[in-house]
Nanobody
Framework: QVQLVESGGGLVQAGDSLRLSCAAS????????MDWFRQAPGKEREFVAA????????HYGDSEKGRFTISRDNAKNTVYLSMNSLKPEDTAVYYC???????????????????WGQGTQVTVSS
């Protein structure tokens, strides 16, 4: 049984930093590109960042470039999202997702993903 479990969310103030983690089990982690998405109330799920199976390539959404960093540790079956200079508009539920290494990391349509986590809430107060 495949599980993706996010953690690290919480309530922070604008300008603070957070690091989210997503621990994977039940799959061969290094066979998957890993992504982060987020969804704010009343909005569609939005692509945040992607990292290739090896960690050698990354791709970011426009609003996250320069503030967010995605990384992974294949020995720990974990992908991370480091978020700096957080803004109130970053408030959302953050999800990790796994898609086959055969997809480009720029292929971010939600139907490309095999597995999703349950999400972790990030709230940024002004």
């Amino acid at each position: 049984q495949v599980q993706l479990v996010e953690s690290g969310g919480g309530l922070v103030q604008a300008g603070d930093s957070l690091r989210l983690s997503c621990a994977a089990s039940g799959l061969t982690f290094s066979n998957y590109n890993m992504d982060w998405f987020r969804q704010a109330p009343g909005k569609e799920r939005e692509f945040v960042a992607a990292i290739s199976w090896s960690g050698g390539a990354t791709h970011y959404g426009d609003s996250e470039k320069g503030r967010f960093t995605i990384s992974r540790d294949n020995a720990k079956n974990t992908v991370y999202l480091s978020m700096n200079s957080l803004k109130p508009e970053d408030t959302a539920v953050y999800y990790c997702a796994a898609k086959s290494w055969t997809w480009s990391i720029r292929a971010t349509s939600t139907d490309r993903y095999d597995y999703w986590g349950q999400g972790t809430q990030v709230t940024v107060s002004s």
